[in-house]
C-alpha cells in the first residue's frame, strides 16, 4: 500500500512538468485524479498533452528500450541458445502489447463506436492502421485475426505465419506464409503515434473525438 504522497515500495512517484495546471504529476490516473483531482482541471488540450506524456512513459518508452537491438536490456530478453538456460524471448509478448495498443489508440478516433459493440475492437484498431500505419493495411486483416487474436487468446501466432527479425521490409510474404517484423512494426507505432498527438495541436474535430473518449476512459 502506499504511505504519503509520493511514497511508495520499491519506486518513486513519477513527478513530470507538462507545463499546465497541476505540476507536477504522476501520469497514474489513480494518484493524478483520483486522489488529486488533477484532470478535472484541465482543458482537452492540457489532457492531451497529459496523455501523450502518459503513453511515452507506460507504452512507448519500455517498448523503446525492449526495440533499441544494442542496449543490454535487449540482449537479456532475446537470449536463446542451446547451451545456456534460461533460455528468454520478448517478440511475442512485445507484439501483443504493440497490437492491443493499437487497438486501444484507435478507439480516440471514432469514440462513437460503444464498447462492447461487435467488431468494435477491430474497428478501431483498424482506424488507426489506416490513418496512421498505411504500410501494414495490406496484412491488417492477419494482424488483427492472426496475431493479435492468435497471442490473446493461445499464446500462438495462428499458423502458419511468424514472427521475424527483418532487415529490408515490415513484412513479408514466402507463398502462405507471412513473416512479420516487431522492430519495424514499432518504429513505424512510434512514429503514427508522434504524428496523432501533433495532429491534436491543430484539428478540432480530432480533438473533440479525443476529449469524448478520454471523458469515458478516464471519468473527470
Known amino acids: 500500500m502506499p504511505g504519503v504522497q509520493g511514497e511508495h515500495y520499491l519506486t518513486q512517484e513519477p513527478r513530470v512538468h507538462l507545463n499546465v495546471p497541476g505540476d507536477p504529476f504522476s501520469l497514474f ?3 493524478d485524479q483520483i486522489r488529486d483531482r488533477k484532470l478535472s482541471a484541465l482543458s482537452p488540450r492540457e489532457k492531451a498533452r ?3 506524456a502518459r503513453m511515452e512513459m507506460i507504452f512507448l518508452e519500455p517498448l523503446r528500450q525492449l526495440s533499441n537491438v544494442s542496449s543490454e536490456v535487449f540482449r537479456a530478453l532475446m537470449f536463446t ?7 528468454c524471448s520478448f517478440s511475442i509478448a512485445a507484439m501483443i502489447v504493440m497490437l492491443n495498443g493499437v487497438e486501444a489508440i484507435g478507439s480516440f478516433l471514432v469514440p462513437e463506436i460503444p464498447d462492447g459493440k461487435a467488431g468494435a475492437n477491430r474497428k478501431r484498431f483498424e482506424t488507426f492502421l489506416g490513418q496512421y500505419m498505411p504500410t501494414w493495411l495490406p496484412v491488417a486483416d492477419l494482424l488483427w485475426r492472426d496475431f493479435r487474436n492468435g497471442i490473446a487468446h493461445g499464446f500462438q501466432i495462428t499458423p502458419p505465419h511468424s514472427l521475424e ?5 515490415p513484412f513479408w510474404r514466402q507463398r502462405e506464409v507471412v513473416y512479420v517484423c516487431p522492430l ?7 512514429r503514427a503515434v508522434a504524428e496523432y ?3 491534436l495541436d491543430r484539428d478540432q474535430d480530432l480533438l473533440q473525438k479525443f476529449e469524448k473518449r478520454f471523458k469515458k476512459v478516464y471519468p473527470c
Not at 165 to 169: I, M, P, R, S, T
Request: hydrophobic fraction near 35%; avoid cysteine.
Open 29 to 31: 490516473y489513480d494518484y
Open 50 to 52: 497529459w496523455f501523450r
Open 81 to 87: 541458445s542451446p547451451e545456456r538456460q534460461p533460455n
Open 165 to 169: 527479425f527483418l532487415a529490408d521490409g
Open 184 to 190: 519495424h512494426f514499432f518504429h513505424d507505432l512510434e
Open 197 to 199: 498527438f501533433d495532429a
